[in-house]
């Protein structure tokens, strides 16, 4: 079994930064992607930045510019630094980690960006 731990979320200004961190441990094997992921109240969880095992990064078209995925790989640990936070950025962000046997969820941190 695989266990993802978030942390790094909370309230935050318009404009502001936050960094998220997601450590996994367990049974990783071979980790094909991580990423993260949102979900605000009454929309479906999209897909906000990924990262390949090979370093790839994909991002939402909305965040492109404001927010980094990045990763150390020695501790299993992803990172998202948003910066230039908006409101509708406000949202539950979820990790996710995808390896050759299945794809797993962190439980989620709050993020708030309001004034």
């Known amino acids: 079994q695989v266990q993802l731990v978030e942390s790094g979320g909370g309230l935050v200004q318009p404009g502001g930064s936050l960094r998220l961190s997601c450590a996994a441990s367990g049974s990783i094997f071979s980790i094909n992607a991580m990423g993260w992921y949102r979900q605000a109240p009454g929309k479906q969880r999209e897909l906000v930045a990924v990262?390949?095992?090979?370093?790839?990064?994909n991002y939402l078209d909305s965040v492109k510019g404001r927010f980094t995925i990045s990763r150390d790989s020695a501790k299993n640990t992803v990172y998202l630094q948003m910066n230039s936070l908006k409101p509708e950025d406000t949202a539950v962000y979820y990790c996710?980690?995808?390896?050759?046997?299945?794809?797993?969820w962190g439980q989620g941190t709050q993020v708030t960006v309001s004034s």
């Open positions: 990262i390949t095992s090979g370093g790839r990064k």
């Open positions: 996710n980690l995808v390896n050759q046997r299945n794809g797993y």
